[in-house]
Nanobody, 126 residues
Framework: QVHLEESGGGLVQAGASTKLSCVAS????????LGWFRQGPGKGREFVAS????????FYTDNVKGRFTISRDNANNTVYLQMDTLKPEDTAVYYC???????????????????WGRGTQVTVSS
């Protein structure tokens, strides 16, 4: 069983940057693909970014390509989401998620993820 806890976020101005962290406890992330999802006001939970257990395979939703960067530090059981050039439409609750993998292709499908953090709010002011 893996427990995930996000940190970071808060209120930021449009065009600014922030970095989210997610630390796993009661387990290791070494054998897990990892993802970040978000849920904006009145919206469903959508895929943001994912990274495979090797750290080599990364995927992003088109809306954040070139602005967001996902990375992982398996030694510290941590996954990060660096968010640059933030836009008001990035306002959402951001969740980290994980699922055990036997391959290195991290899914974009939220249904694949078995473990979820409680989320952290990111609000981008205009």
């Amino acid at each position: 069983q893996v427990h995930l806890e996000e940190s970071g976020g808060g209120l930021v101005q449009a065009g600014a940057s922030t970095k989210l962290s997610c630390v796993a406890s009661e387990g290791t992330l070494s054998n897990y693909n990892l993802g970040w999802f978000r849920q904006g006001p009145g919206k469903g939970r959508e895929f943001v970014a994912s990274v495979g257990w090797s750290g080599a395979n990364r995927f992003y939703t088109d809306n954040v390509k070139g602005r967001f960067t996902i990375s992982r530090d398996n030694a510290n059981n941590t996954v990060y989401l660096q968010m640059d050039t933030l836009k008001p439409e990035d306002t959402a609750v951001y969740y980290c998620a994980a699922y055990r993998s036997t391959h290195n292709w991290p899914s974009r499908n939220r249904g694949m993820y078995d473990y979820w953090g409680r989320g952290t709010q990111v609000t981008v002011s205009s």
